[in-house]
């Protein structure tokens, strides 16, 4: 740290700077953020310096939270769903994980076959292959294993596999509305019967679909009407047009939040379910503006648009042989394409465009995110195929 400070005016030319060195998003196909809508930005400065770590203290962000939670909670069928807004996915996810893991040790079923002297076994999650790698953090902080469920020819979870992996040390079932490679929806449907029938605890992780499926013309399945789901993470920074960072995680019901409660002696309020502490205001507001500005009508909209430029897209594509791995059900596309890790990196080096790849199978991957154009499209289509002919 420098003795004296620089002058604001120096500072400013450095962020421009910095500002300069940072990708455009209008060249940008890899991503699940985007622009964050005006009115967003507008709320986030507004409440800048707001922490909802101490919400006593902010009672007026408070409360637009509790409004958030019921109206997305309205929005995936149980307006009175409880949680809180995360920092995005990752921790929804782990906190979801950790409530199940909390309750399942706490449960007489455990602690009676502790008592009866039998050894800790570590608790086991079962989750597709095509989880996010979020999970594998999840297994890392909370010791659970992770078991992989194999997918299907169309990259859906295989209900069997999943089945197969269940056993008594299972604390439960994780199932993707929207995966991050191929925006597939599991059969969200069967595995939650499965959940009920073995009495287990089932997370869904709609972080991208959650803003994405309820908005589409055909409708899916996958939130809290299955009385199988015990709670969902749903990203208000990806397709909720928010700002940075804005998630959302949603129980059924209040024990599974308690399960995740610590004491705050020294703060305004005595308790804290939350993994941080202080914890942004700002996208509270943002995503409180965001999601009153637009509406179901609004979201409709942009939903609608996207999956517009995503046909196109494919229309354009097939136009040059290329396919996608799977019929695209949102606004995620993964093409099957000889050499992508080389395509990818020429695609970056040459024309400065930015994909990124699946892994299995493997493939190179498109989000066709707000900020996506038709002209965008046009030009994407036209240099890949000079670097797939030049391929040859
Ligand atoms: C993006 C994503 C996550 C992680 O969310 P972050 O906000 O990046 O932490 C988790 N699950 C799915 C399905 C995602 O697409």
């Given at each position: 740290?420098?003795?004296?400070?620089?002058?604001?005016?120096?500072?400013?030319?450095?962020?421009?700077?910095?500002?300069?060195?940072?990708?455009?998003?209008?060249?940008?196909?890899?991503?699940?953020?985007?622009?964050?809508?005006?009115?967003?930005?507008?709320?986030?400065?507004?409440?800048?310096?707001?922490?909802?770590?101490?919400?006593?203290?902010?009672?007026?962000?408070?409360?637009?939270?509790?409004?958030?939670?019921?109206?997305?909670?309205?929005?995936?069928?149980?307006?009175?769903?409880?949680?809180?807004?995360?920092?995005?996915?990752?921790?929804?996810?782990?906190?979801?994980?950790?409530?199940?893991?909390?309750?399942?040790?706490?449960?007489?079923?455990?602690?009676?076959?502790?008592?009866?002297?039998?050894?800790?076994?570590?608790?086991?999650?079962?989750?597709?292959?095509?989880?996010?790698?979020?999970?594998?953090?999840?297994?890392?902080?909370?010791?659970?294993?992770?078991?992989?469920?194999?997918?299907?020819?169309?990259?859906?979870?295989?209900?069997?596999?999943?089945?197969?992996?269940?056993?008594?040390?299972?604390?439960?079932?994780?199932?993707?509305?929207?995966?991050t490679e191929f925006g597939q929806v599991d059969p969200i449907k069967a595995l939650s019967d499965i959940a009920v029938e073995k009495n287990i605890f089932m997370h869904v992780d709609a972080a991208f679909?959650?803003?994405?499926?309820?908005?589409?013309?055909?409708?899916?399945e996958f939130d809290f009407k299955l009385p199988g789901v015990t709670s969902i993470a749903i990203d208000p920074h990806k397709m909720g047009l928010s700002t940075i960072p804005a998630?959302?995680?949603?129980?059924?019901?209040?024990?599974?939040?308690?399960?995740?409660?610590?004491?705050?002696?020294?703060?305004?309020?005595?308790?804290?379910?939350?993994?941080?502490?202080?914890?942004?205001?700002?996208?509270?507001?943002?995503?409180?503006?965001?999601?009153?500005?637009?509406?179901?009508?609004?979201?409709?909209?942009?939903?609608?648009?996207?999956?517009?430029?995503?046909?196109?897209?494919?229309?354009?594509?097939?136009?040059?042989?290329?396919?996608?791995?799977?019929?695209?059900?949102?606004?995620?596309?993964?093409?099957?394409?000889?050499?992508?890790?080389?395509?990818?990196?020429?695609?970056?080096?040459?024309?400065?465009?930015?994909?990124?790849?699946?892994?299995?199978?493997?493939?190179?991957?498109?989000?066709?995110?707000?900020?996506?154009?038709?002209?965008?499209?046009?030009?994407?289509?036209?240099?890949?195929?000079?670097?797939?002919?030049?391929?040859?």
């Open positions: 740290m420098n003795e004296t400070g620089l002058s604001e005016e120096k500072i400013r030319n450095i962020l421009n700077d910095s500002k300069g060195q940072d990708l455009k998003y209008e060249r940008v196909l890899s991503s699940m953020c985007t622009y964050p809508h005006r009115i967003a930005v507008q709320a986030h400065m507004q409440f800048i310096e707001s922490n909802m770590g101490d919400f006593g203290l902010f009672r007026g962000t408070y409360n637009l939270e509790k409004e958030i939670l019921s109206s997305i909670g309205d929005l995936l069928h149980k307006a009175d769903a409880v949680g809180y807004m995360t920092t995005g996915g990752t921790e929804s996810n782990i906190q979801a994980i950790r409530s199940m893991r909390n309750l399942f040790l706490q449960s007489e079923k455990y602690q009676k076959s502790l008592k009866s002297g039998q050894k800790y076994v570590r608790p086991n999650l079962v989750v597709p292959e095509s989880a996010h790698f979020s999970f594998d953090k999840v297994s890392d902080i909370l010791d659970v294993e992770l078991r992989k469920a194999s997918l299907d020819d169309e990259l859906k979870v295989s209900v069997e596999s999943v089945k197969s992996l269940i056993d008594e040390n299972t604390i439960g079932l994780v199932a993707i509305a929207g995966s679909g959650g803003f994405v499926l309820p908005f589409l013309k055909k409708s899916y998630g959302i995680l949603l129980f059924r019901d209040f024990h599974h939040l308690e399960s995740l409660k610590a004491d705050t002696p020294y703060l305004t309020v005595s308790t804290q379910y939350t993994l941080t502490g202080t914890r942004s205001g700002a996208a509270v507001a943002a995503t409180y503006a965001v999601i009153n500005h637009l509406g179901k009508e609004g979201y409709r909209k942009t939903v609608s648009r996207c999956m517009e430029l995503t046909s196109y897209l494919l229309d354009k594509l097939a136009e040059i042989n290329v396919y996608p791995l799977i019929e695209p059900l949102m606004n995620v596309v993964a093409l099957e394409i000889p050499k992508c890790d080389i395509v990818r990196s020429r695609l970056a080096k040459e024309f400065n465009w930015q994909v990124s790849i699946t892994q299995n199978p493997h493939g190179l991957r498109l989000v066709i995110m707000p900020h996506v154009s038709f002209e965008m499209i046009d030009s994407f289509v036209s240099d890949l195929k000079k670097v797939l002919d030049s391929l040859e």
